[in-house]
Structure formats: C-alpha cells, structure tokens
C-alpha cells in the first residue's frame, strides 16, 4: 500500500541511474531468500552461508571465502589481515578504501594511506616504483598494494589481465601484499574477458560485492587462502560483522551468481548507448571510448550551470544522476534500467538543455555520490 501511494505522489516513472546499488531483490531473489535453509553463522552452521563461501571460494580458485556485510567492511577485513599499526598501504588517489570508507585503514587498523595520482584509478609498475619507502624506523612500513577493479570514481574503467599480472608480480618480488577491491569485479571479468581464477592468482585477498550489479539488498565476501580467511573471520567479529541467520541474504547471492553475472553485459552495452548518446548533445562532453562497463561519467558546460544543477532539473524530469562536484555527472546502468529506459533518459537530458537551467535551485544534494 504504502507503494502505491509513493506512486500517486510521483506520477512519473523514475529512471534511477545514480548507482547500481538501487536495485530491488526481484520477485525470484526474494522467493530463495524467503525459502533459505538457515542455521547460526557465527557457529558456522548456516548451510547457506557456507555453501556460499564455498563457491565463491573454487570460482576464485582459492581455498576460502568468508560472507561481511559490505564492501566497505569486508576491504577492512583485508586491510587489517595484511597490516600491523604504522604500517602503510599504496593505492590509486581515487580508489574507494582510501576515499568512501570514512578514514576506516586509519580509524581501524592504524594503517595511513599513500595515495597515489594516475589515469582511470588504475596503477602500473611506473606510478608505483620508489614508493615503497626503505626500511628505516623513520618510516611507516610499506605493507599492502590495493588495486580496484572495476575502478570506479576512475572512470568504470577496466583493468587488462596482463597489467593485474605484471603489477602483481612486481608487488610480491617488493614484499607487499596484494588486495583488490573487487565491488564491481564481476563487471571487470564480462568486460575484460578474464576469468575469477584469473584474478585468484594476482591477490591475496579479493572483496566481492553482491549488492551492486548483481542485484542483491546486501552481502560482500573476502576471498583468500584459508590463514588469511580464518584471520578475517576474527576481525570480521571485531568489526561487529559476525552475523546469524544470515543464509536469507547469502541465498540472494547465490541467486545472483547464477542468473545476474552474464547479463552484465546487458548494462555495459546500456551504458555504451548511453555515453554515444551523451557525447552527441552539444554543452555535455563525454567520451565513450573511456567506458568500459557501467559507468558512465560526463561533465556539463560551465556556462550551462553545474553538476548539481543539471541533476536537479533531470531529477524533476523523473531521472536520477548523481552530481559528482564540479561539472562532473556519474550515470550508472544496472538490472533495473532497460535499454528503453536508457533512450529515455537520453531524451530528458536533450530537453532539458535545450529548456535552459536558468531557474534551477541547487536541488540535488550537493556531494559526490559515489556509491
Ligand atoms: C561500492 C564500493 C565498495 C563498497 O561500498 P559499500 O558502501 O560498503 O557497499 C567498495 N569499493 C568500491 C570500488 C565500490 O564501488
């Protein structure tokens, strides 16, 4: 009822292209979770749980898996696997566990952050040679590499196999240990080509997220060998991670694992038709060649307004893009958005620069939303 009614208030159909993160269970998801065999997970007895982590565990090729909350709390996991106090870790200026997780390497494990400036929040052996800072007690202890991918305010980008290997190597020939930030990583493997014992082999540690792209109300999953694992189940408790019942949400990742990996293509060809479209309206400038799976980021004319204010007209037009500061717009295509729904808004967007911004209050929200 109470569904309805929000649909009298808002007559027209939203088209909601601020994050893959907005999705709704569908009807079939939410019939395996209602029906989900269920068991205490922190005695590791929830059937579901460990079925799971089991499976993600052989698709990564590696020997276990362990269920967190969030993206953000399963990096964490990572981070205070592999790290000791004043220890330090090597990351892309954008990535998301120095940038979205709230100062959490610092807050959590004592670990600072060096951030490193390069293209499309990828990094290569150039960008991270002499970063690793001698061993001298002046220094923090260079300890952890984390890489992302998808890499998202970087641009969606996606890595190519062969960088992953060689930057991999580089890192253990260093001594440092290796975690990606895997949220969208089953977008990077659809769109690069490779596969999850690909990745398996380049990391220690890999984070999963299963409430992005594939569609699921919550869930991610730190993935490595079994040390490293039973470590982060420990740390998982000290986070107040440890979970129940929690088979209801692991039977919708599991779901989604076998009916929402390959349709990703779907939203990467939904986000090229996107970004071409974009490219060819004049006052916006996007370029597609840079899109590489469901992100799309293009950016607004100055003397057109702002980010916040364009998102704020399209927002009373029924589309939702999130404001990324500045000029720059993020669009995100994902299970809920149809192609139709991409020509759509692609047509709000002309009418609405063609309409002017002139009476648009900053409406939006004014942070990034980065999600
Ligand atoms: C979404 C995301 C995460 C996890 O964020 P949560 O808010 O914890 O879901 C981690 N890394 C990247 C790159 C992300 O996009």
Known sequence: MAHSRSLKVCPVKLIDLRSDTVTRPSLAMRHVMANAEVGDDMLG??????????????????????????????????VRVHC??????????????????????AALSGVTVRTIAADGGFLDIPNLEGRIRSNDQHFPRTRLLCL????????GRVYPLDQLQRVSEWAVAHGLKRHLDGARVFNAMVAGG???TDLGKCFDTISVCFSKGLGCPMGSMLIGDRDDILKARRVRKIFGGS????????AAAIHALENNVDRLRQDHENAQQLAQGLTGIEGLRCDASLVDS??????????????????????????????????????VTHLDVSAEDVSQALEVVRSCLAKGLANQTATA?????SK
């Open 194 to 196: 490779y596969s999850a």
């Open 148 to 155: 992302e991918n998808t890499t998202n305010i970087g641009g």
């Open 243 to 250: 979970l129940r019942q929690a088979g209801i949400v692991a």
């Open 365 to 369: 929200g004014s942070g990034p939303y």
């Open 84 to 105: 000791v106090p004043g220890d330090e870790l090597l990351i892309n200026e954008t990535g998301h566990i120095s940038l979205f997780e709230g100062g959490a390497p």
């Open 45 to 78: 007895e929830d059937p579901t749980v460990n079925r799971l982590e089991k499976m993600v565990a052989e698709m990564f090729g590696r020997e276990a898996a362990v269920f967190a909350c969030s993206g953000t709390q399963s990096n964490q996991m990572g």
């Open 294 to 331: 469901n992100l799309v980021f293009f950016e607004i004319d100055s003397n057109l307004g702002t980010a916040v204010q364009f998102c704020g007209a399209l927002r009373e037009q029924g589309i939702l893009i999130g404001p990324m500061g500045g000029q720059r717009m993020r669009a």
